[in-house]
């Protein structure tokens, strides 16, 4: 993967080669992060969980913008399995898969706050 292709472990944004820096932004994250602190995340925790939401939120945004039909099988596919899940899936499959990983976060979250309280 190119450097810049997605938030990573050098702490890149997704669009640029360099650290993102926004003021218009910036407010927001700190109340997300007062938020998540407020509700039990430990500091080390925050922007963990911040990041994995934008990657959930951008990857869907991806996804949104892609073709409905993710794959085109030819008629005498070797995969028959997968062209059935691909015929079942009928439009939305984004919106779909966006609110199942949101769904997943989110109980994630949850989660890992109930395990501090036992």
Same mark, same amino acid.
């Given at each position: 993967?190119?450097q810049?292709?997605?938030r990573?472990?050098t702490g890149r944004?997704?669009?640029?080669?360099?650290a993102?820096?926004?003021?218009? #932004?910036? =407010?927001?994250?700190?109340? *997300?992060?007062?938020?998540?602190?407020?509700?039990?995340f430990a500091? $080390?925790?925050?922007?963990t969980?911040?990041t994995?939401?934008?990657?959930?939120?951008l990857?869907?945004?991806?996804?949104?913008a892609?073709?409905?039909?993710?794959?085109?099988l030819?008629?005498?596919? #070797?995969? =028959?399995?997968?062209?059935? *899940?691909?015929?079942?899936v009928?439009?939305g499959?984004?919106?779909? $898969?966006?609110?199942?990983a949101?769904?997943?976060?989110?109980?994630?979250?949850r989660?890992?706050?109930d395990?501090?309280?036992?």
């Amino acid at each position: 993967m190119h450097q810049g292709a997605s938030r990573s472990r050098t702490g890149r944004s997704v669009s640029s080669s360099t650290a993102a820096s926004s003021p218009g #932004t910036e =407010p927001s994250y700190e109340r *997300a992060v007062r938020l998540l602190l407020g509700v039990g995340f430990a500091m $080390a925790e925050v922007m963990t969980v911040i990041t994995a939401l934008e990657n959930l939120v951008l990857g869907s945004a991806l996804d949104l913008a892609a073709p409905e039909t993710m794959w085109e099988l030819p008629d005498d596919t #070797t995969t =028959p399995r997968l062209a059935e *899940a691909l015929a079942a899936v009928g439009t939305g499959r984004a919106d779909a $898969a966006f609110e199942l990983a949101l769904g997943a976060f989110i109980g994630h979250c949850r989660a890992l706050l109930d395990a501090k309280e036992e």
